[in-house]
């Protein structure tokens, strides 16, 4: 275990993240003394069609793109990954470099950076509201927005930069779905009622209600919600996440103040050393 962080020692804590992603969370929660629990909720994986790619190029040799949003390090992996794919990479990097690129993190903005593309802002708070209160000082009224994401994504900071007035197109970079491993999930419920989990911690809305889905021919989402405000402690790193939980019926026991998993596992272990649980 890693002087100086707080402990995990002798805790499960599922990890909620898909495969490829999960993997650098079970990490920090073994330098804590941890034990990493895979329960993958989101497969990840490249559009069928490119269309959305091939035109948001076209848009940027136009300079008709004023900011250009990265969500996470999928959206910038997949945007480049298809514009290699169309043979439009040097194209799509070249367009960036004229626009202004707000990233929600630290971790997406280091992904941009291995990739030689600028960032220009990364906001206080690493979530959507951290994003808007970001664009409420810019006055982008009339301003052209492009956010690379997936279908699937919670459609409110599009929605909320639009009453703003801003000209906001979502660019489809990636697709995700529900991974299909039955029993995985059968395993889970199992674990989870057998106390054998001790905490799950959740990264985005598209978690919490994938999780769910999952888990829909196995048990009522009632009965979920019951099992996780029994059986463990509930992490919901940002706000929105938390919020989703919520109208699921889910209590939130731990939320950082600095929505990265690091803070998150820090701010789990201080629940649990301040509640003695």
């Known amino acids: 275990m890693v002087q100086g962080v707080q402990t995990l ?7 909620t993240r898909p495969c490829g992603q999960a993997e650098e969370v079970a990490d920090l929660i073994e330098k804590r003394g941890g034990t990493p629990y895979y329960i993958p909720t989101i497969e990840i994986r490249a559009p069928k069609d490119l269309s959305s790619i091939r035109q ?23 945007l480049l990954n ?46 959507s509201e951290g994003i808007l ?23 409110a900071l ?16 990636y697709e995700s779905g529900i991974p299909a491993d039955n029993g995985l999930a059968e395993k889970f419920i199992r674990d989870l009622a057998a106390s054998k ?8 809305s598209l978690c919490v209600t994938n999780l769910f889905r999952m888990l829909a021919s196995l048990v009522p989402a009632k009965s979920l ?26 209590k939130v026991d731990v939320m950082p103040d600095t929505h990265l998993f690091e803070e998150a596992l820090d701010a789990l272990a201080k629940y649990w050393n301040e509640n003695k649980a």
Do not use: C, W
């Open 9 to 15: 020692k002798g805790r499960t804590v599922a990890v």
């Open 56 to 78: 948001f190029a076209e848009e940027l040799v136009k300079g008709h793109v004023d900011y250009v949003i990265f969500m996470s390090v999928n959206g910038v992996r997949y």
């Open 82 to 127: 298809g514009a290699e794919d169309l043979g439009l990479k040097t194209t799509v990097k070249s367009g960036l470099e004229k626009t202004t690129i707000v990233v929600v993190g630290p971790r997406t903005a280091e992904e941009l950076k291995a990739n030689q593309i600028h960032v220009s802002l990364i906001p206080m708070k690493y979530t």
């Open 133 to 155: 209160e970001s664009f409420r000082l810019l006055h982008v009224a009339g301003k052209r927005i492009y956010i690379p994401r997936t279908p699937a994504a919670s459609p």
């Open 158 to 173: 599009t929605e909320k930069l639009r009453s703003m007035g801003g000209l906001v197109r979502e660019v489809y970079v």
């Open 197 to 204: 989990i001790h905490a799950v911690i959740f990264g985005s």
């Open 225 to 250: 919600s019951d099992l996780l405000n029994k059986q463990v402690t509930v992490v919901a790193i940002g706000p929105v996440t938390a919020e989703t939980l919520g109208k699921l019926g889910v």
